[in-house]
């Protein structure tokens, strides 16, 4: 099948619209209730010009029912998130939850199993975001149009369980979608010269860091006071007012040091072996991790999560070892550019930076896993540092303060590419992202037929007539 530049335009559209849809449908508001064809029609209001409209269920798939007020739900979810939906007609919107509908009815017909514990879990992450969002629960409870609490946690675990079984069933699909360097090549080849795409400016920076030391008697500060704040705590003091006072972690000390974790949520390992070390309402003693020093109190244990509170506070650097850092960032920049060793050994030998020193100081982008970063989607306070470096040339010592945790850096530009047309040799990551991408979409569409065919599926009325991408009407 020749590959056009339009058509390679569509398969990213496409995919986009699938997976992005997934994520804005995260938060519609819509009806999630298993009831039969012969539901009640009910009627509502449309402020827009105060004619009445009926509202009932326009689609049945297998169990589930999709109303026509959904449709406007997502236009509405859409354009709250700042998405344009001039160019989403009611039936690409329909076909979108006609999906969703059939991934969720066919993940309960495969027994995937989503726990209560689980939902809750995403449910009390997404009630804590829009209440910060809103100012308040009642706001969040008026906002969904529910008369109390109850009623809207009632509603929203429903809604947030069928997303949870709609994720795992297409991550079921495309997690056993693989490609071969043969199918990558044959895909390439199939690509007319005249229709290769094209791939924006990139490059590929390294860098070596250089940490203050932190003396011993700084630690043994922080040390006493967290043991302290402990000591308080255990006599009565609220844990969480004392992690809004002083705790130094941005992410949680204004909710008062609270997070809740399981073996898989992406805690550096120091911190989780002692979360996990713990019995309920036992508070740690203070122990080090690469952001300082920590002291957690596990509030509850809920089979595999922990819900638990911490206080960070960093060591303070002293003049002396912010002078003493500078000083051995600045030789190792001299001894570079004087040709006594090379960027990528000065960082094997020098750097402090574990992640990036056995790599000579390459960093990975964190996207694509490999060692290029595009510029026009490079993150800005990286970009601002190597836009004006020449290849091969090294920037002056930069001092960050990223929370409380000061450094010195050199970073420098080891190869620039220049926007170009594809390349199997030089962009073999890329074409091979593009390659699995349209392999996944053809397992998709090839799951769909499948399952269109064997799931009970009703359209009723003026949607009949849509033209959808698939199947829906068995025609």
């Known amino acids: 099948m020749p590959l056009k530049t339009l058509q390679m335009r569509s398969i990213n559209n496409k995919i986009a619209l699938t997976f992005f849809l997934l994520l804005f449908s995260s938060a519609i508001t819509r009806a999630q209730e298993i009831i039969k064809d012969s539901a009640v029609v009910s009627v509502k209001k449309i402020q827009s010009n105060q004619k009445q409209k009926i509202d009932g269920v326009i689609a049945t798939v297998g169990d589930y029912i999709i109303l026509d007020s959904d449709i406007d739900k997502s236009y509405l979810e859409i354009s709250g998130q700042g998405g344009s939906v001039k160019d989403i007609t009611r039936c690409q919107m329909l076909g979108k939850l006609l999906e969703d509908k059939l991934y969720a009815h066919q993940a309960v017909q495969d027994s995937i199993k989503v726990s209560d514990s689980e939902i809750k879990g995403m449910m009390d992450d997404r009630v804590n975001y829009m209440t910060e969002q809103l100012g308040s629960l009642d706001k969040v409870v008026k906002y969904y149009k529910k008369n109390n609490e109850e009623e ?69 500060k922080v040390i006493e006071r967290l043991n302290g704040y402990k000591k308080e705590c255990q006599d009565g003091a609220s844990f969480a007012t004392k992690a809004v006072l002083y705790s130094q972690d941005p992410g949680s000390s204004s909710n008062g040091g609270y997070y809740k974790m399981n073996r898989k949520t992406p805690f550096v390992k120091e911190f989780k072996d002692v979360a996990f070390s713990l019995a309920e309402g036992e508070i740690s003693a203070p122990f080090e991790t690469d952001f300082g020093f920590h002291i957690i109190y596990v509030e509850k244990i809920k089979g595999q999560e922990v819900e638990l509170r911490h206080i960070l506070l960093t060591p303070a650097v002293s003049e002396e070892s912010m002078k003493e850092a500078k000083d051995k960032i600045e030789l190792i920049r001299k001894k570079i550019e004087d040709k006594e060793l090379t960027f990528a050994d000065a960082a094997r030998a020098s750097s402090d930076e574990k992640e990036t020193r056995l790599n000579g100081g390459a960093l990975i982008n964190p996207k694509t896993q490999d060692t290029r970063f595009e510029l026009t989607k490079m993150d800005p306070s990286l970009y601002s540092q190597v836009s004006n470096l020449k290849e091969g040339e090294i920037s ?32 073999y990551i890329k074409i091979k992202d593009l390659a699995l991408k349209e392999k996944q979409i053809k397992a998709i569409g090839k799951w769909f037929d499948e399952k269109i065919k064997q799931t009970y599926i009703k359209i009723i009325g003026e949607y009949r007539d849509c033209a959808f991408t698939n199947n829906w009407l068995k025609k």
């Open 396 to 427: 002056l010592p930069i001092m960050e303060d990223q929370q409380g945790k000061k450094k010195y850096k050199l970073i420098t530009v080891t190869n620039r590419i220049d926007e170009h047309t594809a390349d199997y040799a030089k962009d």
């Open 152 to 220: 809207f946690r009632t509603y929203f675990f429903d809604v947030l369980k069928e997303q949870k079984l709609t994720s795992e069933m297409q991550k079921k699909i495309v997690d056993g979608v693989e490609i071969t360097p043969e199918e990558v090549r044959n895909f390439f080849k199939k690509i007319p010269a005249a229709d290769l795409p094209t791939f924006g400016a990139e490059m590929e920076v390294a860098q070596i860091i250089v940490t203050p030391k932190v003396s011993d008697a700084d630690k043994q």
